[in-house]
C-alpha cells in the first residue's frame, strides 16, 4: 500500500522561504514512481499544481510559480521537497504531494504577514 506523508513548518513568515517534504512508504523502490508532484488549495479555492519532478530529475513549475520554485528528490530517502521563496501570506494554503496519483493529506502552512 502507498502511503505518502508531508512534513512541513505549519508557519512561516512573509519573504521567507517554505519547504515541505513528503516521504513515501511503499515498501518499493522509489524508481518506481515516476512522476512526483506538489499541489496546493488556498483556503476557499481550488486545488492549484505547483510543479512535478520526474523519474530523471527533471522538474516542471507552474509558470505563475516558477520564478520562486524549485522541487528537489532524494531517492535513498524516499523523498522529494518543495521549496518555495519569497512568500506572501497569498501562499497560505494545505500542501499536498502526490505520486503518480497516490495522494498524500495534506499539510496546512500558513503564512504571516
Known amino acids: 500500500q502507498v502511503q505518502l506523508q508531508e512534513s512541513g513548518p505549519g508557519l512561516v513568515k512573509s519573504s521567507q522561504t517554505l519547504s515541505v517534504t513528503c516521504t513515501v512508504s511503499?515498501?518499493?523502490?522509489?524508481?518506481?514512481?515516476?512522476?512526483w508532484s506538489w499541489i496546493r488549495q488556498p483556503p476557499g479555492k481550488g486545488l492549484e499544481w505547483i510543479g512535478t519532478?520526474?523519474?530523471?530529475?527533471?522538474?516542471n513549475y507552474s509558470p505563475s510559480l516558477q520564478s520562486r520554485t524549485s522541487i528537489s528528490r532524494e531517492t535513498s530517502k524516499n523523498q522529494f521537497t518543495l521549496q518555495l521563496r519569497s512568500v506572501t501570506p497569498e501562499d497560505t494554503a494545505v500542501y499536498y504531494c502526490?505520486?503518480?496519483?497516490?495522494w498524500g493529506q495534506g499539510t496546512q502552512v500558513t503564512v504571516s504577514s
Open positions: 502526490n505520486a503518480d496519483g497516490y
Open positions: 519532478i520526474d523519474f530523471s530529475g527533471s522538474a
Open positions: 511503499d515498501g518499493a523502490d522509489t524508481t518506481t514512481h515516476r512522476y
